[in-house]
């Protein structure tokens, strides 16, 4: 008996040791459930092959909401006022008591029109397959009964309802996956600045507030995405950020399942983590040699809601597919942020925006989810142009490494935002791969081929007519073969 227990152990650790070279991933064999376990280092960390879903999706929402928005000049409203800035200060002189507090706002943020499900509804419609909402941002009010706010969270005050839990069921139940942002900093909570003071060779708040805090939501919410930020002031050491993504990657309800960012501690951003943000509005315009996303918002000056936003401030549809579509060619997600009202309602200029994704995605997004960088990015005759590609198996290895040749790929994308005045498109990286006579273009959402030859290392291609044509905004070509 205790031989063969023997045998089970040695075959159970062999088979373990493979699998982890083999792919870094959790799977079963024979049953058993065989899983790396990380160790709390950046080296080890950065092993963990990025869950499948979240290259997959490319497109997410990101939705800034919580007592600044009631204010409405944006989400960095408190700081900004304490610091002195002088149009806040003459905006609550004139409009408010002497003594009012910003804690005084927060029975303000009521929400009393807040309906996950229609929310839910309207993500949906925009094409997005992804949430991200502030379940806490640097004032440190959180968006769900946190354990360690006491009368400074939606649960208590305000709302009065558990915002985090009640989007997330409803996000989930439209068939989208929920992730929460999470400021690591609280900019005047008097524990962290303890702990500041000290220059952080003091832990209180690291322990006290922010570890329970963050397992309090992963425990009770299993968000797929944790998008960390505020981790600027201080170094990953003191937030302990590598033994948190261990027992997050190891241990926590969401192991397999969710991405964080890199927003981890100074030196960290584009450095570590499942996907990079780099700095906010991150578009680099080639491709990157690891998984990064776009987070930028529609409102060009505010991530929180801003009463004064006029239409100007906003993006347009086109700016905003130029973003998405620049964006998902060289292999990063687009997070595209709106700032809810404090009555939580989305203003009409915001649903708009997201319908109008939603119905270009009807069209085009074949060529948009789950595909791969394809050889170039961005065509280098025509800038309005930006390339996609599907392979025969969607390759989740090396999300997005550069295919080494047409093989393996079953479709080329070229999707351009300008249509030509003369309705004739020329591109000059197609020229090597397409073959004539072997490959086929079409149009996405209009019917039959389209007519094109090359010459002198150009490819001529003859669009329809453009009354007849279905998609708005921009455009894809489909190639593959016939
Ligand atoms: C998404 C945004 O994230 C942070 O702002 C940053 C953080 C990092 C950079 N950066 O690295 O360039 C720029 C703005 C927040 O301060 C801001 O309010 C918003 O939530």
């Known amino acids: 008996m205790k031989i063969l227990l023997l045998c089970i152990l040695v075959l159970c650790s062999v088979v373990s040791s493979y699998s982890t070279v083999e792919s870094g991933e959790s799977r079963h064999i024979s049953g058993h459930l065989v899983s790396k376990k990380y160790s709390p280092d950046w080296k080890d960390l950065d092993t963990r092959p990025l869950p499948h879903w979240y290259d997959d999706a490319k497109i997410g929402i990101f939705l800034h909401w919580g007592v600044y928005s009631v204010i409405g000049f944006s989400e960095w409203f408190w700081s900004n006022w304490k610091g002195g800035d002088k149009k806040i200060t003459k905006f609550m002189k004139e409009h408010y008591p002497p003594d009012f507090t910003y804690q005084d706002f927060a029975p303000m943020f009521k929400a009393e029109f807040f309906d996950p499900t229609e929310w839910a509804d309207l993500f949906l419609k925009s094409g997005a397959r992804y949430i991200v909402l502030t379940s806490k941002h640097h004032d440190g009010f959180t968006m769900f009964p946190s354990h360690r706010s006491y009368s400074w969270n939606s649960y208590e005050v305000g709302p009065k309802r558990d915002i985090v839990g009640e989007l997330s069921t409803a996000v989930r139940a439209a068939g989208l996956k929920f992730g929460v942002y999470h400021s690591l900093y609280e900019w005047f909570n008097p524990i962290y600045e303890e702990d500041k003071k000290n220059n952080f060779t003091t832990r209180y708040y690291a322990e006290t507030k922010l570890w329970p805090d963050l397992k309090q939501l992963i425990n009770d919410y299993k968000p797929s995405v944790l998008w960390s930020d505020g981790d600027w002031e201080t170094y990953d050491t003191y937030w302990k950020s590598t033994d948190f993504l261990a027992w997050l990657y190891n241990e926590s309800p969401v192991k397999d399942e969710i991405v964080v960012n890199d927003r981890w501690g100074i030196g960290i951003p ?90 270009w995605l009807k069209i085009n997004g074949e060529a948009i989810y789950s595909t791969s960088p394809w050889l170039h990015q961005n065509d280098s005759l025509n800038q309005d142009v930006w390339y996609t590609c599907r392979k025969v198996k969607h390759s989740h290895r090396h999300p997005t490494a550069i295919p080494r040749d047409n093989d393996n790929i079953i479709a080329i994308y070229a999707i351009f935002l300008k249509w030509p005045t003369t309705n004739i498109l020329l591109l000059k990286d197609l020229s090597t791969y397409l073959h004539n006579g072997v490959y086929k273009i079409e149009l996405l959402g209009n019917e039959g081929l389209i007519n094109w030859n090359i010459k002198n290392g150009v490819t001529s291609i003859e669009l329809p007519d453009k009354a007849k044509v279905h998609s708005e905004n921009a455009w894809t070509l489909k190639m593959s073969l016939k």
């Open 270 to 359: 584009c450095k570590h983590g499942d996907f990079y943000n780099c700095a906010d509005r991150y578009n680099p315009g080639s491709l990157q040699n690891h998984k990064w996303e776009n987070a930028f918002t529609v409102d060009s000056r505010s991530w929180g809601f801003r009463k004064p936003m006029t239409l100007n401030d906003t993006l347009s549809t086109n700016q905003i597919l130029y973003q998405v579509v620049s964006t998902i060619s060289c292999g990063g997600n687009a997070l595209i942020n709106v700032g809810p009202t404090q009555d939580g309602t989305i203003s009409p200029i915001f649903q708009e925006r997201l319908l109008d994704l939603g119905n």
